[in-house]
């Protein structure tokens, strides 16, 4: 097994140690690049299908305050983003089930670089799928704006690190029954994505609706992801959105140590 840190004798920071795990779990990735080429599959097909249908919505830019494809390229990012940081704990049950995860809970590596890491390292492929996305729709009338997109993507990246530290925790509470795990996240994930307006806007939908979707703080996110894309800084959505994303990561963090401080394996 890798050496993830130093021995117990020798402090690191906890950013040395968030470097070691998100390295250790990144090498997944470099040595099976081709799951990321396959989970380019899907943000594409989105992007395929669900954009010619918006831009049938009432005329292109009627209900989106411009292009069509303009609005809903950030919410497919922001799809990604939750699709990998919420199955942050899957990983980690196999771990546990082979006992890995006991070995890493051994090392001197504190308890938040362990899930500040492992988001870390499923928010990385969001970069190379982002930037793969956009230059694809480029051609199909996408207005880039790069600075706005890097300050969209940190965002996500704050609000991914929340998602995965709470995936984590809820790995280590259904530790004992794996389909716990996959019927909470299934059961939250979707609710969440379609309550924050990302594939359709609120806007036409019931007024319970867009009720229910003002206590999702991922509507805030993706409110704030869509006037970065649209290549804005002068808005309070942004704001809310960094709030939002802030909040989610406090929390996250918060049970997920409490959460890992508690685990016996």
Known sequence: MAVLAPPASVRTSVLTDIGHVWWRETLTIVRDPFSLIFSLLQPLVFLGLFGPLLAGLAGDGALFGGSSLQWFLPGVVVMITMFGTSMTGANLQFEIMTGAFERILATPLS?????????????????????????????????????????????????????????????????????????????????????SGMMLPLETGPGWMQVVSRFNPLTYVVDAERVLFAGSF????????????????????????????????
């Open 234 to 265: 002068d808005d309070v959505r942004i704001l809310w959105g960094l709030v939002a994303a802030l909040v989610t990561a406090a929390i996250g963090l918060w049970v997920g140590i409490r959460s890992i401080r508690r685990a016996t394996m």
């Open 111 to 195: 308890r938040a670089s362990l899930m500040i890491g492992r988001a870390l390292k499923e928010l990385t492929p969001l970069v190379v799928q982002a930037a793969i996305i956009t230059l694809v729709a480029i051609p199909f009338g996408f207005v880039l704006h790069p600075l706005h997109v890097v300050v969209g993507l940190l965002i996500l990246g704050v609000f991914g690190v929340g998602v995965g530290a709470l995936s984590y925790a809820l790995a280590i509470a259904a530790r004992k029954s794996e389909w716990i795990f996959w019927a909470v996240q299934q059961a939250l994930l979707f609710p969440l994505l379609i309550l």
